[in-house]
């Protein structure tokens, strides 16, 4: 999951070409949609580490994750 995330990030640009020719969608949001794959993704490979639950730290100071391991 790590490498589909890291390939998503690397090609960020090229990807968003093929959205913009699909969906028509303006550069910028199809790059941002792209990044954000690879974000979620790298998240899923994240948790898929985490066996017990834990408190993750805030990406902001708005906002907390509390991962629940659930039998």
Sequence with gaps: MRKAADLLHGRANRIAVFIIGEQ?????QSKAETLGAGDTIEGFAEEA??????VIPPETQESHKLARTRP
Aim: net charge positive.
């Design 24 to 28: 028509g969608r303006p550069p910028a």
């Design 49 to 54: 580490r985490r066996t017990t639950d834990q």
